[in-house]
């Protein structure tokens, strides 16, 4: 549903929001928004008219436009990325940010996408969908290889046999388990296949429609052999092939991998606080892939956040702790520009009380996951008590290490990262179909409203628990079974391999 010209809401538009931001944002929208009898006057009011502007001024939706129809797709290095943080930083300035400045962080590779063109040419003639994975490199012109169908090889570190593999074309299906999670499989098996002497990777999409999939974690600064997504329906097609004999395919795959003569990217901005060290991080990774527009991932949780920020600066807050809005690059290639933030601003830590992190798509918000910090979890429902008209209070401890909380909460930093229905979610991430029309405004207002209402919240809140020790923070990762995949983000099997 498109805003109007003004970019406020319609009524009929209002009428589909939750009924309490509905009445938040009319009442604003007449000048007399009232506070709540639930909560002390002052806060109730200042919480009422963050809501209220998220839901009318439109301004998440309008930057996501821009974002995503201007600049498209932002791959990590790319004139894309440096243009978005230009145009970061120059809304922040108009918006009074007048800090709001860029964190250079070194670039260890670019890498840029080519062709990628599959076909079978026996015992038949067939042109297959692939697309290539991210940080992996390409075929040096059209190769042919029988193809090999691995399925769904153990997960118990046993080599790839050699002699089934050897210049073939490989069919494998990574699965995870807690121990190894998909991600870990997926770049352990390319180091396994690359030193068996295969040609290539062959990942059958999880998507419908003959959609592909993208992405990078496991395989930056460089891949082994190519990595290439196929189409289930395809892959499906070449089994049935292989049911009745050998297959051969072709491959032709253009990408380049090379040094990288620029540094990247974070960009930040504050509202200061009256308590000198204390930090509230709040944050979202600009950086997406190209063969779409990344607009669910991570264009909302970057338009949301800046609306947040500018929400927060028109209402005139004096937080208790300083708002620190961090828009992270590198998100996709494993997590560089928040673990580039926290090496800069290791020796702020102890002063850093949560860092509140957007990555999940413009959804229906249900509150915030804390990722196993329990010892959090009785102050997050405090805090979040003031969103439970929203629908959005409740608190879960599952746990992940797939988004920019991951090296914040290595480092035993309490983390939040917004909760919300999947939606349509994992259909378009990571593929061609991430553009703008798959977000609906009220969500992205919904949500714009929870991350703005959560910052304040949280930088006002009175003590609150602080950061795990650092034998602590490794005890919970490897609790949660997240410590393999810390590893192979911080550590990954491939570096070493780079052709």
């Known amino acids: 549903m498109a805003l109007e010209t003004s970019g406020s809401l319609t009524g009929t538009q209002l009428k589909k929001v939750h009924p309490v931001v509905a009445a938040a944002a009319v009442a604003l929208y007449l000048g007399s928004a009232a506070p709540s009898p639930q909560a002390p006057v002052e806060a109730d009011d200042r919480v009422d008219r963050i809501v209220g502007k998220a839901m009318v001024q439109g301004g998440a939706l309008a930057f996501l436009q821009l974002l995503t129809d201007s600049i498209g797709g932002r791959v990590t290095g790319s004139p894309e990325s440096r243009a978005t943080a230009d145009l970061l930083l120059r809304t922040l300035r108009e918006a009074g940010f007048e800090d709001a400045h860029v964190e250079e962080y070194a670039l260890e590779s670019r890498w840029q996408r080519g062709r990628a063109v599959g076909r079978v040419v026996a015992p038949v003639t067939r042109p297959l969908l692939v697309s290539s994975y991210g940080w992996v490199p390409g075929t040096k012109g059209e190769m042919t290889a029988p193809l090999v169908d691995l399925g769904a090889p153990p997960n118990d570190g046993s080599a790839v046999a050699a002699d089934r593999v050897r ?45 592909l999939y993208t992405s990078a974690f496991g395989f930056y600064p460089g891949g082994p052999l190519p990595v290439l997504s196929v189409a289930k329906e395809d892959v499906l097609y070449l089994r049935r092939l292989l049911a009745n004999g050998p297959v051969r395919v072709a491959l032709d795959v253009a990408n380049s991998i090379g040094a990288s003569p620029n540094k990247e990217r974070n960009v930040v901005a504050e509202i200061r606080g009256t308590t000198p060290g204390e930090v509230v991080l709040v944050g979202a990774h600009f950086d997406s892939w190209d063969t779409g527009q990344g607009a669910q991932d991570n264009g909302v949780g970057v338009a949301a956040i800046l609306e947040a920020a500018r929400i927060l600066k028109s209402v005139g ?25 926290v090496d800069a601003h290791r020796d702020e830590l102890d002063g850093l009380r949560a860092a509140v992190i957007m990555d999940s798509g413009a959804q229906t918000p249900r509150g915030f996951m804390i990722h196993g910090r329990s010892d959090v979890e009785a102050a997050a429902r405090t ?61 992205l207002a919904m949500d714009t409203a929870v991350m703005a209402v959560t910052a304040y919240r949280l930088a006002d809140a009175p003590g609150g628990p602080g950061r795990l020790s650092a034998t602590d923070a490794t005890r919970l990762l490897e609790k949660l079974g997240l410590e393999s995949l810390r590893r192979a983000v911080y550590e990954p099997a491939t570096r070493g391999d780079v052709p």
Do not use: C
């Open 317 to 341: 807050i004096k937080p208790r702790r300083t708002i620190r809005f961090v828009f992270f690059s590198g998100e996709e290639q494993g997590l560089l520009g928040s673990r580039a933030y």
């Open 383 to 443: 805090v979040l008590a003031s969103l439970s008209s929203l629908g959005a209070s409740g608190v879960s401890l599952e746990a992940s290490f797939d988004t920019d909380h991951g090296p914040f909460l290595a480092e035993g930093i309490p983390v939040f990262t917004l909760w919300v229905d999947k939606g349509e979610y994992d259909t378009h991430h990571h593929a061609v179909s991430d553009t703008f029309d798959k977000v609906v405004p009220q969500m």
């Open 167 to 211: 210049g073939a074309a490989v069919i494998v299906e990574p699965y995870g388990v807690k121990e190894a999670p998909a991600q870990v499989m997926r770049a352990a098996l390319a180091l396994k296949l690359a030193r068996a002497g295969a040609t290539a990777m062959l990942i059958p999409s999880d998507k419908p429609n003959r959609m």
